[in-house]
């Protein structure tokens, strides 16, 4: 069943904007942190940014920071990916998770309870 529901995604060129949504789908639940994943064919899945509701805190890969920004509204378990200064290194498939622990932000997959299908990005040079 789909829990989350990412949308924003498309074919872009380099240098663009991009905003990518995340809600829930279905029936609600609790979430302490979201966060951005994002899986290119051939490779793991990585962390790209994460959202902790209690401080609140934002945190982000290297390779984004500077350039993505995450925000979101607790109380409706929705984060948004706002994406500048896109390169071709950011193609790939991108989901939103939910974490339904408390405790520190994790960057580790696993440590998510709640996902997404994944929207794409494709990035054109």
């Known amino acids: 069943q789909v829990q989350l529901v990412e949308s924003g995604g498309g074919l872009v060129q380099a240098g663009v904007s991009l905003r990518l949504s995340c809600a829930p789908s279905g029936r609600t639940f609790r979430t302490y942190a979201m966060a951005w994943f994002r899986q290119a064919p051939g490779k793991e899945r990585e962390f790209v940014a994460a959202?902790?509701?209690?401080?609140?805190?934002?945190y982000y890969a290297d390779s984004v920071k500077g350039r993505f920004t995450i925000s979101g509204d607790s109380a409706k378990n929705t984060v948004y990916l706002q994406m500048n200064s896109v390169k071709p290194e950011d193609t790939a498939l991108y989901y939103c998770?939910?974490?339904?622990?408390?405790?520190?932000?994790?960057?580790?997959?696993?440590?998510?309870?709640?996902w997404g299908q994944g929207t794409q990005v494709t990035v054109s040079s």
């Open positions: 959202i902790s509701w209690s401080g609140p805190g934002t």
């Open positions: 998770a939910g974490d339904s622990n408390f405790g520190p932000v994790s960057r580790w997959p696993s440590e998510y309870h709640y």
